[in-house]
């Protein structure tokens, strides 16, 4: 989980967003609790203030014997109820006069007739008669007051906790509104990577528009730089083949000459394709049916003893033209120069990968021997450009593709190269 918030900015936003949301509505909770609580307070004595008043102002004097009385009983039930705990006394000189019926002959006390705690509230009256002040106490239950505060605590959880809910997902909303141009830039770094297009489109939020032209530049530049890696090489190859094809005119008589001339010419032009690879633009897109459509032109010309086929659809793939060519015609022309009567090229997409398998009905390579070709040219004994199999390993791999080679169903080579689709 802690790998989790590390690696992704979403989550680690998402967590402030909900702890803050969690600070914010917890501490607001805590306030409305407290000033529900103390409204609550507030409005159960004010009921028992009532009440006290209600029965002061039913205080009279009896004719016939001159005592004071409760004129008239309080209309609630709870005062009849025997110890119900909510109970009133008339008191006059320490002795009680009157009392509700709910006393049951006690008195009102910090500990109510049951042991319940009470919630007492006393004031000192005049007497309707000709006797001294009288002190009216009416109690209530501390239980009944703190349901009532439960009930308030009740409403405000109630009220904070879809709150929270929503302001949890209005967080998460904002957080994804917040990332999304992030996200875009994402995409179109991806489309600039799969040849959908050569740039970034210039994103509308200022903050990021410095981001994206700097990663503009350093496309242009890459693509400058790399103009200028493949334009010296092309330069240095061409400088190297008149001196080569001078010192193949020197009278050679055993050959040695000619032999090591071919030998600088091979490791030259592997040399030279290292170099022309060595760093490929972003967003290669190449037809690669139509590659092979012109190559088995040429390759027809060069062998036409053998016929050349092409099975499968259209696919782009992730590779420069220039380097898909190279490969594809090493691999099409060792296949023409071993052939007996046929070879056969096949195009078979799969998802993200794009596989093209060139078979002959040669005699084909032993699995030792393919080991072995690996490192040295596609064919030793008969004339070609002795770019070997390193050579076009070394160009797949730039391209995160990979060369495999087998027995094809004729019974000679299969060469497969399994290319990343654009």
């Given amino acids: 989980m802690i790998g989790l918030f590390r690696a992704s900015l979403r989550a680690r936003l998402g967590l402030v967003a909900c702890v803050s949301v969690a600070v914010v509505l917890g501490a607001s909770g805590l306030w409305l609790e407290h000033r529900f609580g103390s409204v609550v307070t507030q409005a159960f004595d004010r009921r028992l203030e009532t009440i006290l008043i209600a029965i002061a102002s039913a205080l009279d004097v009896d004719d016939d014997t001159g005592a004071v009385v409760v004129a008239h009983r309080l209309p609630d039930p709870r005062f009849e109820a025997a110890l119900s705990g909510w109970y009133w006394e008339v008191e006059e000189e320490g002795a009680v006069i009157a009392a509700s019926r709910s006393l049951w002959g006690g008195r009102i006390a910090p500990s109510g007739p049951r042991g319940e705690t009470l919630r007492?509230?006393?004031?000192?009256?005049?007497?309707?008669?000709?006797?001294?002040?009288?002190?009216?106490?009416?109690?209530?239950?501390?239980?009944?007051?703190?349901?009532?505060?439960a009930e308030a605590r009740a409403v405000v959880v109630a009220t904070l906790a879809p709150l929270a809910v929503l302001l949890s997902l209005l967080a998460a909303v904002l957080v994804s509104a917040a990332l999304a141009p992030l996200t875009r830039l994402a995409r179109g770094l991806d489309a600039v990577r799969r040849g959908e297009t050569k740039r970034l489109a210039a994103p509308p939020e200022r903050e990021l528009a410095p981001f994206a032209e700097a990663v503009n530049g350093l496309l242009e530049s890459h693509e400058v730089t790399l103009a200028r890696a493949r334009s010296a090489a092309a330069d240095l190859s061409h400088a190297l083949k008149t001196p080569l094809a001078a010192l193949a005119t020197l009278p050679d008589p055993d050959g040695r000459i000619a032999?090591?001339?071919?030998?600088?010419?091979?490791?030259?032009?592997?040399?030279?394709?290292?170099?022309?690879?060595?760093?490929?633009?972003?967003?290669?897109?190449?037809?690669?049916?139509?590659?092979?459509?012109?190559?088995?032109?040429?390759?027809?010309?060069?062998?036409?003893?053998?016929?050349?086929?092409?099975?499968?659809?259209?696919?782009?793939?992730?590779?420069?033209?220039?380097?898909?060519?190279?490969?594809?015609?090493?691999?099409?022309?060792?296949?023409?120069?071993?052939?007996?009567?046929?070879?056969?090229?096949?195009?078979?997409?799969?998802?993200?990968?794009?596989?093209?398998?060139?078979?002959?009905?040669?005699?084909?390579?032993?699995?030792?021997?393919?080991?072995?070709?690996?490192?040295?040219?596609?064919?030793?004994?008969?004339?070609?450009?002795?770019?070997?199999?390193?050579?076009?390993?070394?160009?797949?791999?730039?391209?995160?593709?990979?060369?495999?080679?087998?027995?094809?169903?004729?019974?000679?080579?299969?060469?497969?190269?399994?290319?990343?689709?654009?």
């Fill in 120 to 149: 007492i509230l006393g004031r000192e009256v005049p007497s309707p008669g000709e006797g001294g002040p009288l002190i009216v106490r009416v109690a209530a239950p501390e239980a009944a007051l703190a349901e009532e505060r």
């Fill in 259 to 422: 032999d090591q001339v071919e030998r600088m010419r091979r490791l030259t032009e592997r040399h030279l394709a290292r170099a022309r690879i060595a760093g490929t633009a972003y967003g290669e897109r190449t037809p690669a049916r139509r590659v092979l459509e012109d190559l088995l032109v040429v390759m027809r010309r060069i062998h036409p003893h053998v016929a050349f086929t092409l099975e499968g659809p259209e696919a782009q793939v992730a590779v420069e033209t220039a380097d898909l060519e190279e490969m594809l015609g090493a691999l099409l022309d060792n296949a023409g120069k071993w052939a007996a009567r046929s070879v056969r090229a096949r195009i078979v997409p799969a998802g993200r990968q794009v596989t093209i398998a060139i078979e002959d009905d040669g005699p084909g390579l032993a699995d030792a021997e393919a080991a072995r070709a690996r490192g040295v040219s596609l064919d030793r004994r008969r004339a070609g450009s002795g770019l070997g199999l390193a050579v076009v390993d070394e160009i797949a791999a730039l391209y995160g593709a990979t060369l495999r080679l087998g027995r094809s169903d004729a019974g000679g080579l299969a060469a497969a190269l399994d290319l990343p689709a654009a």
